[in-house]
């Protein structure tokens, strides 16, 4: 999460915060410096809220997302001692170094200004700060994992929708092909094993790429299933170079992604060229996926602006992983190339 995504909230809080602690003053009957002293409350009021609310920015914009939002509670239980020594340590520049400068007087007495009594005296307001901002940090963070898991359903919604606009009924068609298998796995092996993989497809399309996630291994046996049946259909005329890098393992990729890439290269690609094939490389690493393809294009249109799904996959891949993956579309000299790379899970 981005402070200044949520600024304008931030910014209401800290009004209200802000009102609640004057009126705090206000109905103390005047105990509180501010309303005993007005010009001298009010700059000592103005160099605490500087402070809590650089404290407040730090965490919130710095500490919790680099170390909540990556579960690393090794490193926010440093961040958080370290807003305490950094709570003092702005109070203390501001009001007893700059302001002394300024105006000559302190704001603690002589014997309060050791370093661990200055410490301890500012750890009630160090807390409150630390505290108020991880809370404020993890309700933005729930409601932004709320909206976004909305967003997920609605387009599982709207896809399962579209594919039911399609469907035949799904028992029918793999009884069919089962009975089509099973009188050519005989005769004509060749045939059915075309069979046998189609049934396999649809059989992953209807039942289980509905999920976000898929086993990688799935994943690849679809897009291998369906180059397959392009090499059927071309025959010796399909120049496509697949390579695969990398242990498989139980990894999981969300669903359908490199079918878009293959897709959008065998039906909008020059993919009969032997001098210049097809070349679509995986990696595959502990923490990652990489994806990089290259194909020649058509001079007839711009293949980069007819690419099937695009904005519709990067849509899915920021609600997914936010900033947590990058996917770039090149093309130069019909050369149309793309990269992707992935967080993977690993179960």
């Known amino acids: 999460m981005e402070l200044k995504n949520t ?4 910014l209401a809080l800290g009004i209200i915060i802000i009102s609640m602690d004057l009126f ?6 005047g105990h509180d410096r501010f309303f005993s002293n007005i010009q001298l409350g009010l700059l000592y009021k103005t ?3 500087i402070t809590f609310f650089s404290v407040y920015a730090i965490n919130v914009g710095i500490i919790c997302p680099k170390t909540l939002a990556k579960k690393n509670l090794v490193y926010f239980i440093l961040g958080q001692l370290l807003l305490f020594f950094l709570f003092a340590g702005i109070r203390f520049l501001l009001e007893e170094v700059i302001v002394f400068s300024i105006g000559g007087f ?7 200004r050791t370093f661990w009594y200055y410490i301890f005296d500012n750890s009630y307001y160090s807390l409150k700060v630390i505290l108020f901002s991880t809370f404020i940090y993890l309700l933005f963070r729930f409601l932004e994992n709320k909206n976004k898991i909305h967003q997920l359903q609605l387009e599982h919604k709207k896809a399962e929708l579209d594919a039911l606009k399609t469907q035949l009924e799904p028992h029918f068609l793999f009884n069919t092909l089962n009975v089509f298998y099973s009188e050519l796995a ?17 059989r992953y399309l209807t039942y289980e790429a509905h999920k976000d996630f898929m086993p990688l291994s799935k994943e690849l046996k679809f897009i291998k299933d369906y180059i397959y049946f392009y090499k059927k259909r071309f025959e010796n005329n399909l120049f496509l170079n697949l390579t695969i890098k990398g242990e498989i393992k139980n990894q999981q990729i969300p669903s359908l992604v490199f079918i878009h890439f293959i897709e959008n290269i065998c039906k909008h690609g020059i993919i009969n060229d032997e001098n210049n094939p097809v070349e679509i490389s995986i990696i595959i690493n502990s923490y990652f996926l990489e994806l990089n393809t290259k194909n020649t294009v058509s001079n007839v249109k711009n293949y980069s602006s007819t690419g099937i799904g695009k904005e519709n996959l990067r849509k899915r891949l920021e609600l997914l992983f936010e900033n947590e993956f990058t996917f770039n579309t090149n093309e130069i000299n019909n050369i149309y190339t793309t990269y992707l790379k992935i967080p993977i899970k690993n179960n």
Do not use: C, M, W
């Open 7 to 10: 600024f304008k909230y931030h």
């Open 106 to 112: 302190h704001n603690y007495s002589d014997s309060s």
């Open 186 to 202: 005989e005769t004509q092996p060749e045939t059915a094993k075309g069979i046998h993989k189609l049934s396999e497809l649809l």
């Open 47 to 49: 160099t605490f809220y």
């Open 24 to 29: 705090r003053g206000y109905v103390t009957g």
